[in-house]
T-cell receptor, first 111, second 112 residues
Framework: NAGVTQTPKFQVLKTGQSMTLQCAQD?????MYWYRQDPGMGLRLIYY???????DKGEVPNGYNVSRLNKREFSLRLESAAPSQTSVYFC??????????FGSGTQLSVL | KNQVEQSPQSLIILEGKNCTLQ??????????LRWYKQDTGRGPVSLTI?????NTKSNGRYTATLDADTKQSSLHITASQLSDSASYIC???????????FGTGTRLKVLA
């Protein structure tokens, strides 16, 4: 049982490059989330998807786009990476009791 | 403004000792509070959930308490082990919303 799987685990980009962070879950979650985690700060919500085909902006959506391709997959895209987007990114699915199930994270550095 | 504050920021204890982590919140209307454990390089994992009517809940050596009147929660770790070294994050949910409010976490290090 894989749970929530994120790829890649590590990535280094140059300023201006684009990339997509992938997230897939096999837990049948309707709701999925993308968070970023920075030192000294709590996890901050980038985007949220309540169900397949719907997405909503979170607290810090600027510079990001998302796609809920189907129930299993929720991807996060950086169109033109900036150094301020250096962070650890977590995808999560929400279980029936409201418990979040997190992936293992993507550590992104933008030079 | 909905906020979750945790203390201390970091803590070092010797293996076998007990410790207590604190969480204060100003989230309304309150739905529930969860404690998550985050090992280095991993995503957070839920330890326990506290709802409005619950005062105490245990999960092995972890015991969470909730005082809804003072809006405080604590996580007590008994007989600490090296594997308890991690960050512990307090997360509060408001009723009727999909959003979660995260604390900044307490980084615990257990020394042999």
């Amino acid at each position: 049982n894989a749970g929530v799987t994120q790829t890649p685990k590590f990535q280094v980009l140059k300023t201006g490059q684009s990339m997509t962070l992938q997230c897939a879950q096999d837990m049948n979650h309707n709701s999925m989330y993308w968070y970023r985690q920075d030192p000294g700060m709590g996890l901050r919500l980038i985007y949220y998807s309540a169900s397949e085909g719907t997405t909503d902006k979170g607290e810090v959506p600027n510079g990001y786009n998302v796609s809920r391709l189907n129930k299993r997959e929720f991807s996060l895209r950086l169109e033109s990476a900036a150094p301020s987007q250096t962070s650890v990114y977590f995808c999560a699915g929400r279980g029936g009791t409201g418990k979040l199930f997190f992936g293992s994270g993507t550590q992104l550095s933008v030079l | 403004k909905n906020q979750v504050e945790q203390s201390p920021q970091s803590l070092i204890i010797l293996e076998g000792k007990n410790c207590t982590l604190q969480c204060n919140y100003t989230v309304s209307p309150f739905s529930n509070l969860r404690w998550y454990k985050q090992d280095t390089g991993r995503g957070p994992v839920s330890l326990t959930i506290m709802t409005f009517s619950e005062n105490t809940k245990s999960n092995g050596r972890y015991t969470a308490t909730l005082d809804a009147d003072t809006k405080q929660s604590s996580l007590h770790i008994t007989a600490s082990q090296l594997s308890d070294s991690a960050s512990y994050i307090c997360v509060v949910s408001a009723t009727g919303t999909y959003k979660y409010i995260f604390g900044t976490g307490t980084r615990l290090k257990v020394l042999a």
